[in-house]
């Protein structure tokens, strides 16, 4: 299972990448807005230090536009993923840039069958918002459970990204449903390392590694 950071923030980024387990990010309006950075050179910076897909938001609403923003979006970097809401529109364009050979992520999704378009017109992954379907009194991760049934029962090649991860359980519960990516925020990513039961046995060690004589 690929790991993605979900994030803008260059330290975040360099950080979490410096851990080894970070295979990609993903950026939105809002994660780039609390940077209060220039997009352009932001995306190109956090480019060369993610070493894998980077996922960048078009925000034009017309196929045609969404096309042409894409287009650019795809130059700053070769690890470009353009990132499309699913709207009608989106997945037009997200059909001709398949086409163009450029990656699309069709993000925002809120239902299987918008999963299933986004597949149907070649989406390189589609993004479930799972922590806003918990949000709505609804299982997050049912979604990606049927997402990932539709996609085995017609061999899609589009990938699942679970994104809106609010906690550890998120991550956990995609790598179980088969989710291929997770984009996680940093602060989940941190804990993810963390059990307080490995910090007692690790505090025990170190206590009775004290006690070992003639040690180097
Ligand atoms: C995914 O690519 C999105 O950036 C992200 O997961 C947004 O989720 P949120 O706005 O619910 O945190």
């Not at 975040?12 to 990609?24: F, K, N, Q, T, Y």
């Not at 999963?115 to 479930?128: E, F, Q």
């Not at 088969?178 to 390392?193: C, F, K, N, S, W």
């Amino acid at each position: 299972m690929k790991f993605f950071l979900d994030t803008a923030h260059l330290d975040h980024i360099r950080e979490a990448c410096r851990w080894g387990i970070v295979d990609g990010a993903t950026t939105n309006p809002t994660l780039v807005s609390k940077t209060g950075r220039e997009p352009r050179d932001l995306y190109a910076e956090i480019c060369r230090i993610v070493p894998g897909p980077v996922s960048l938001e078009c925000m034009a609403t017309e196929a045609d536009a969404i096309v042409a923003e894409a287009k650019q979006l795809a130059t700053i970097a070769e690890n470009v993923v353009v990132k499309i809401p699913v709207i009608r529109e989106g997945l037009i364009a997200v059909k001709q840039l398949a086409d163009l050979g450029i990656k699309t992520n069709v993000t925002v999704i809120c239902s299987p069958l918008q999963a299933l378009l986004a597949a149907k017109c070649g989406a390189t992954y589609v993004s479930p918002f799972v922590g806003r379907w918990d949000m709505m009194g609804q299982v997050g991760m049912d979604m990606i459970r049927q997402i990932k049934t539709i996609f085995s029962n017609y061999g899609f090649a589009t990938q699942i990204l679970a994104a809106s991860v609010r906690h550890p359980l998120h991550v956990l519960e995609s790598a179980l449903a088969g989710a291929d990516v997770a984009t996680i925020p940093m602060e989940v990513m941190q804990q993810l390392y963390l059990h307080p039961m490995s910090d007692v046995i690790i505090e025990q060690f170190n206590n009775d590694w004290a006690k070992v004589p003639g040690k180097p």
